[in-house]
């Protein structure tokens, strides 16, 4: 079974422009949640999708937005970048219950540099 | 803003030695869960320990967790270089059921 699948693996944007991300979740899980890691904030939680609706979602600005798609990818996307948007986005499935029940399964992220 | 507090922040040991990280939290949890990075890669799912139990294992990992101090051990016996990564404390808070990150211990294991 194939895993978690984000893309782009690296990108890099200026500050002003938007960025759409994407995750692909490991086959039969219906939950995508996203996170944001930076050396100095460590991980914090983005949002949380389930069956196309958001679930839960962390304190970050409206810039950040995301989605989920019948067959269970997600996006994220974030507008008018910031310096300080430049991060590892981490995007995890899980089959349906999230991390209140069980374990997630992370992708290897999608590294944003923003210049 | 981080939930989790590990101690220490970095750790280097012999392979064939035990290493003990420690995690600590600030609000009440549905559950616990440890989580190991590789260097700028994905998150890897280790134990997942409910607030109900006090203890986990899994091969070489042993996990407990004590509520009333609001805390939590993981323990690699008998480490191996493959062992070196980033590892994780995230707690499920049983308040708004966020998933919350503690800033992680540094693993490194000689050879």
């Known amino acids: 079974k194939a895993g978690v699948t984000q893309t782009p693996r690296y990108l890099i944007k200026t500050r002003g422009q938007q960025v759409t991300l994407s995750c692909s979740p490991i086959?039969?899980?219906?939950?995508v949640s996203w996170y944001q890691q930076t050396p100095g904030q460590g991980l914090q939680f983005l949002f949380e999708y389930f069956s196309e609706t958001q679930r839960n979602k962390g304190n970050f600005p409206g810039r950040f937005s995301g989605r989920q798609f019948s067959n269970s990818r997600s996006e994220m996307n974030v507008s008018t970048l910031e310096l300080g948007d430049s991060a590892l986005y981490l995007c995890a499935s899980s089959l349906g219950q999230g991390a209140v029940f069980e374990k997630l399964f992370f992708g290897s992220g999608t590294q944003l540099s923003v210049l | 803003s981080q939930q989790g507090e590990e101690d220490p922040q970095a750790l280097s040991i012999q392979e064939g030695e035990n290493a003990t990280m420690n995690c600590s939290y600030k609000t009440s949890i549905n559950n616990l869960q440890w989580y190991r990075q590789n260097s700028g890669r994905g998150l890897v799912h280790l134990i997942l320990i409910r607030s109900n139990e006090r203890e986990k294992h899994s091969g070489r990992l042993r996990v407990t967790l004590d509520t009333s101090k609001k805390s939590s051990s993981l323990l690699i016996t008998a480490s191996r270089a493959a062992d070196t990564a980033s590892y994780f404390c995230a707690t499920v808070s049983s308040n708004d059921y966020k998933l919350s990150f503690g800033a992680g211990t540094t693993v490194t294991v000689r050879a």
């Open positions: 086959s039969g899980h219906r939950s």
